[in-house]
């Protein structure tokens, strides 16, 4: 068992919270009432459902990658976001939420985490940045693809870039097509996130390399589960993982 606040500062010391400007507030974002915390639920979005199956198995806080209060969006708690943190407040379920700083850790991280399922070799951050990489021993793109399926469950959408097989291959997880020029521009074979947009085809074809459209919620799914992990073996907490379907 360990206090709410001093799982919170663990937490921010851990991801290094202080040194992203993000797109939402990192750390604690509704404080259910319990000061104490012995059991956590952790899933990739706080969703109503998700709160329901937290509430359900009686966790005291509920860890996610995707909370709330982004930016740009309305501050009035009304509608969807009135009835969910009404949801937790009545359950006495807390919720932090961490986002570049999960996605960026190089050991707990979507980014790390993703490219250890893949089973990418010497995976590392790009540039330092968001942006990982790693190396394949010249596998075919349709080879590749049918690893991805098999590891999260999930066929990726393929836009060929060339013909050649992947050597070096870059990743990052959610929403990150956009970074394709980036990968591109490292010479990369191919590279692999979460969504698509039209003009990543284009991009893909023109650049170049080769591009796997895996899935945004099947690429964020392992960062949340270490980080819940790692916190119940150094307190001593129970941990359950909640997974809602999601095909985006």
Request: glycine share 10%; hydrophobic share 45%; net charge negative.
């Amino acid at each position: 068992m360990i206090e709410l606040i001093e799982l919170e500062q663990y937490c921010n010391r851990l991801l290094n919270a202080a040194d992203f400007e993000d797109y939402c507030p990192n750390g604690l974002q509704v404080d259910g009432g319990r000061a104490s915390i012995q059991q956590i639920a952790t899933a990739v979005t706080a969703s109503q459902a998700v709160i329901e199956a937290a509430a359900e198995a009686k966790a005291d806080l509920l860890l996610v990658h995707h909370g709330y209060f982004w930016r740009g969006e309305p501050s009035p708690l009304t509608g969807v976001k009135g009835r969910r943190i009404r949801a937790l407040i009545n359950s006495a379920t807390s919720l932090m939420a961490y986002h570049l700083p999960l996605d960026a850790h190089p050991e707990l991280g979507n980014n790390r985490m993703l490219g250890d399922k893949l089973g990418c070799a010497k995976a590392a951050p790009l540039n330092k940045g968001l942006i990982w990489q790693g190396e394949l021993a010249g596998e075919a793109p349709a080879a590749f693809a049918d690893r991805i399926t098999n590891v999260l469950g999930r066929k990726p959408l393929f836009i060929e870039g060339h013909e050649r097989a992947i050597q070096r291959v870059g990743w990052c997880t959610g929403a990150a097509q956009s970074a394709i020029v980036e990968a591109a521009a490292a010479g990369l074979d191919a590279f692999v996130s979460g969504e698509v947009s039209e003009a990543t085809t284009h991009l893909a074809r023109e650049l170049g390399i080769h591009y796997f459209a895996a899935g945004h919620h099947a690429t964020e799914r392992y960062g949340v589960q270490a980080l819940g992990q790692h916190l119940a073996e150094q307190f001593g907490l129970t941990h359950r993982f909640i997974d809602e379907i999601n095909p985006v």
